[in-house]
Each structure stands twice: as C-alpha cells, then as structure tokens.
C-alpha cells in the first residue's frame, strides 16, 4: 500500500521550489507543503499525536507538534502547529529551541491531565504512542491530573467486540476520520466542548446499539488504549486448563502471516508452525486451520451460487466477512437476500469441530470448546450471534481471541515465538488445506478460490492456470469477467475491500448501474491481512499489508494442492459426514440465515459545523 510518505518522495525535485531553513538546516519545499512533511523529507524529526499521514490527517488539535517560526519581513516569532501550516520562502523553523520544547511538555502534560494513568494495567502498555511521547518530551511528571474528573468520563463495555474507553482517549480523532472518511460509516463524532469534549456514538447511543458494524479500523488507528477489542484471555486459559475440557484451537489464514513481527521477525513471515507449537506448549488439545473450513466454504457458497445463476438470482455476494454482514444488516438490510447463506469458515470450523470431529475421536461434543484467533474484532461479535448457537445458551465457538489478545497470551506464559521449533498439524480429520483456502485472507482470494472450483464442477477439468491475475490487485474495487465455461459461460465478478468503496458498489447495485453476478466484499482494505484485530503499527495505518499479502500467495504457489474440492479430509467430510455440497445436512449445519437489523442515521448542523472548524478546536 502507498503511503502520503512515498508519494511525496516521488516527487520531482524540481518542484520543491521554497527555500527555507529547519534548525539551521537549509531545506526545500514543495508550494503549500506543510512544515511537518518538509522536515520529514529532511530527516528532521517533530514530535506529532493527533495527526496520521498515511490517512491524511492533520487536524492540529494535539498542538504537541509546535514549532518556531519566523517568516520573511516579520521581525514577531510566531508558534505554530507543524502539521498544518506551510513552508513559505526565507521561512526560518526552530523544532528544538528550549521554548519549543518547553511547550510540547506542556502539551504533552495537558493531554495527560484527564487521561488515566494505569499505564501499567493498560493493554497498550509498552506499545503506546503517548508513552512514546511522554518519553521524548521528557514529562517527568503530571501537574493537572484530575483523577475524578478522569474517572467521570465514560467507559461503554456494551458491546461482546469492542470495547471505548474515554478514560484513556486524547481525543486525537484518527478514529473519527478513519471511521467517516475511509470506512464510511460514520458510527463516530466528536461530543462537548472544551475538557468535557470526547469521542461518542452517533446519536447518543451505546456501542451495542450503534451503527457501527465493528470492522476494528479505529482500533488500529487509535495512539493510546482508548479503543480495543474486549480481552477474553482469562476464559480461554480457563478452558484450556480445564482437564475435563478438550479445546479445539483455530487460527485463520492472516494470522500466519501477520504476527512474527509482534516478536521481532520480519513483516510478512510465515509462522504458521511456530504458532502450533506455541498453541501445543500452552495445552491446547487438538490445533486445527481455519483454511480447513474455507476450504469448505468454497464447496458450499460456490454450489450455492451455481444453484442462484440456474434460477437467475444475481448478483450473490459473499458472506464470510462478519463486518460485512452487521454492515449489511444495518444499513442496507434490503440487499440481505443476495447475500450467500454459508457460514463464514470460523464457523463452519466450529460446528464441524463441535460435531464430525468427536465422532471420529470418540469424544463427548459437550466437552468440546472451540477458542479460535482471528486476525478480527468483528468475529467475536459473529461467535455471539443468534443463528450461530448449537442450541440456547451453546455458541459454536466459545472464545475468539484477536491476534493481539494471543500475543499477549503467549507472553503471559513465557513464550518467544522465533525461539520455537516449528511444528506441524498431526490431526487426520481436519488440518489439511489447499491454496485456493489459504488466500481467502486477503482481498480477492475468496473469489479467486472460488472460480478454481467452480470451474472444475462446470466443466470436469481443472482451470489451466489457477493464478487469476484478473481478479488480484489492490484497488478498492476490481471488476473482472470470467469465462467458466459449459453450460454457465462467461459472469461478472466484482471484488472491493473497505467499507468506503463497499458502499458504493451497493448503491450501485441497488440503482441499476452495476452488473454482476458474484460479489466479494471484504469490510477491511486489504481484507483479514489488515483486520482490526491484528497488530498495531505506531504512527502508521496499514504498512504491513503488500509484505502480508505476498506471503499469503506464496503460501498458495507452495502448496500440494490448489482447488480446494482436492482438499482430501474436505472429500473425506462430505463422504463421511455431510453428503454432498449443499445437502440437507450441510444446510443444517453449515448455512445460516441474516435479520434486518437498520438503523438510520442522522447529521445535526452542529456536527457538521464542528467538522469543518476541527482543527481550530484546543483542548
């Protein structure tokens, strides 16, 4: 993914046309460049919070990033905030005079004087970005803390996903911008005035009942703790200590690729062996691979849409994204019938785990618990869902764990990853997966994996050359027509990744003006490599994604097996087990069903005065 940084480095030189001089420094800028980007280029480091470069915000209300300047033909200095004011010719900018630095602490301090200071007990503990700041500003301590006025502020424990703590916000707005300008669901807005100003839900309502649709972007984006997912590692250690409990553990395809770096090992790695011998140190009894499941998926969701193209149903969109689906549900509730019934493969691993699985090990499904790590706040919300229960008061999967909630288990047991001997699956029912069920965790690879099955039912033969160049990219939404050939012909597919642009191809949708008849929807860009609940980059919103995402398709090129109705415990399961795709069993217990859920939503003239004045705002 490109950042703001790297477009500014491709830049021609020549355009760089202002003179001016950063701590002595000599320096060029381009025309109404800002101060903070021109020192960047330069290697000149200012000390920011509020703002978020690759997501383009610079809404100067932190003012940590103050800096000296005196312009040409003014005898006055002037303090200003870096982010957002531009270079101007024979500009002279101080970044580090004792009245600079002077005024960050002060800043900093200010920040820090409604934020609650538990460091110690917060999950971004060692991994925030005020501590970071604190740190280089020198804050040695806290004049203004208000401890009860902290303590009034308010912390919404709603929802089963997320978890907003105000105690701890610095009210930076990243995850408004994100959520409004990016996500476009605007589930977030700026409430109050001056100290009493906080980050709350749309039309006053709580995290439960809110539009937000729990995709996590904001969580990544958030500096401090004020934002994440709710922590469910106390109940899955208490599974898995249980000697009269077998756990059954999960872990999606991102998660392999997007966690070596939590320990020091290089972005993109694939730890898919480390992780189960972690998984095995820890005592989980039987460490399955949700590809598994998404091997199945694609028997069930690409049977189901060859069924809706007889008939004439188009377009199907897919449904293995639980974002997705409390989108959907929420704010286009009319489109839910197009939707695929089948599970998401968490699911899907969970029921069968919960019932195939112990009749071959001979074990009681009621001693079964299914505690599954997802690169995804969203999938806890889904493990609580209504139609995803066995029966009243028995969910399909008892425990879903973020990527950070696992990294923090793993330390929590004295675990070092890269210091593990990797290992591999040893169970004979349910561990083995294809190609095409690894690269459903980045954009496009469902729809990829799907048209190499497809084709192979349609036709008897396999798809020549399985890479389907056409259907990968990192646009917001790629649209690409397939010839599969026999009696089903050419279809047109469409893939889109991130809500912003999902909204879009749905408006289309509705109107008329799109055609398709096969839609992917990913609610994160990226789709699951860059979930809400994988790992946090400081000062950055989605670095990682291309080192991810190439690992995944070399995961997929390595592979025995590519298509994944040549996944043998797959052949295996439905012999045994379900039938056939979409037989009356695998129905049962693989398909699943949606609620119109909408809420409207509503824009007072306040807030959208607030938001065109943001950045004139201090608190």
Aim: charged content about 25%; overall charge negative.
């Amino acid at each position: 993914m490109c950042t703001d940084l790297d477009i500014h480095a491709d830049r021609d030189a020549a355009e760089a046309t202002i003179a001016l001089t950063i701590n002595s420094q000599p320096c060029k800028g381009f025309p109404n460049e800002p101060i903070l980007q021109c020192a960047r280029r330069h290697e000149i480091y200012i000390p920011t919070l509020c703002e978020m470069d690759d997501i383009d915000h610079t809404p100067g209300t932190c003012r940590v990033c103050v800096v000296d300047i005196l312009q040409e033909g003014r005898k006055k200095h002037q303090t200003v905030t870096s982010c957002n004011t531009p270079v101007r010719d024979g500009m002279v900018v101080d970044t580090k005079s004792r009245k600079v630095r002077d005024m960050q602490r002060l800043q900093v301090e200010l920040l820090m004087a409604d934020h609650l200071q538990d460091c110690a007990t917060c999950v971004r503990h060692g991994d925030c970005e005020l501590q970071d700041l604190a740190q280089f500003v020198g804050l040695t301590e806290n004049r203004f803390f208000d401890r009860e006025r902290t303590l009034a502020r308010e912390v919404d424990c709603s929802s089963p996903a997320l978890i907003r703590d105000m105690q701890r916000c610095v009210r930076c707005q990243r995850c408004v911008a994100v959520c409004r300008y990016h996500q476009k669901v605007d589930a977030l807005v700026m409430e109050g005035t001056g100290i009493d100003r906080f980050v709350a839900l749309r039309n006053g309502s709580d995290q439960l009942n809110s539009i937000c649709v729990n995709c996590g972007q904001c969580v990544l984006v958030c500096p401090t703790g004020a934002l994440g997912e709710r922590d469910e590692v106390e109940r899955a250690l208490d599974y898995i200590c249980d000697p009269e409990t077998v756990t059954v553990m999960q872990f999606a395809p991102a998660v392999r690729v997007a966690f070596g770096e939590e320990f020091g090992m290089p972005a993109g790695s694939n730890v898919e062996g480390h992780i189960i011998s972690a998984a095995r140190k820890i005592g989980v009894d039987v460490v399955l691979d949700t590809n598994f499941a998404a091997d199945v998926v694609i028997m069930e969701e690409g049977t189901e849409l060859l069924g809706r193209l007889k008939e004439g149903r188009r377009p199907t969109f897919t449904s293995c994204c639980p974002a997705w689906i409390n989108y959907a549900e929420i704010h286009f509730p009319d489109i839910l019938p197009l939707l695929s019934s089948t599970k998401s493969p968490q699911q899907v691993l969970s029921r069968v785990a919960k019932t195939y699985l112990p009749e071959k090990m001979g074990v009681d499904p009621s001693k079964m618990r299914v505690i599954s790590i997802m690169p995804c706040i969203a999938k806890k919300d889904e493990a609580t869902r209504p139609q995803l229960q066995i029966e009243e008061g028995v969910p399909e999967t008892d425990v879903v764990l973020t990527t950070r909630e696992f990294a923090r288990m793993l330390r929590r047991e004295g675990i070092d990853l890269p210091k593990l001997e990797p290992s591999s699956f040893d169970d004979p029912y349910m561990s083995e997966y294809s190609g095409a069920g690894a690269i459903f965790g980045t954009t496009g690879g469902v729809m990829e994996a799907a048209v190499r099955t497809i084709y192979a039912v349609v036709n008897g033969k396999e798809l020549e050359n399985v890479e389907l160049e056409q259907l990968r990219g990192f646009e917001g939404v790629r649209s690409a027509t397939v010839d599969l050939g026999g009696p089903v012909g050419e279809v047109k597919v469409a893939m889109v990744h991130g809500l912003g642009d999902t909204r879009a191809l749905v408006e289309a949708v509705r109107s008329g003006e799109a055609d398709f008849d096969f839609i992917e929807v990913m609610a994160c860009p990226g789709g699951c490599v860059d979930g809400g609940g994988s790992l946090r980059s400081k000062k950055a919103y989605l670095p990682l994604a291309m080192a991810r995402r190439d690992t995944i398709y070399n995961v997929d090129r390595k592979a025995n097996v590519r298509q994944s109705h040549k996944n043998q415990q797959v052949q295996a399961l439905y012999r045994d087990f379900l039938g056939e795709p979409n037989s009356g069993k695998a129905h049962e217990l693989l398909h699943t069903s949606y609620t119109d859920r909408r809420r409207e939503m509503e824009h007072t003239v306040k807030e959208i005065w607030d938001d065109l004045k943001m950045s004139t705002i201090v608190y």
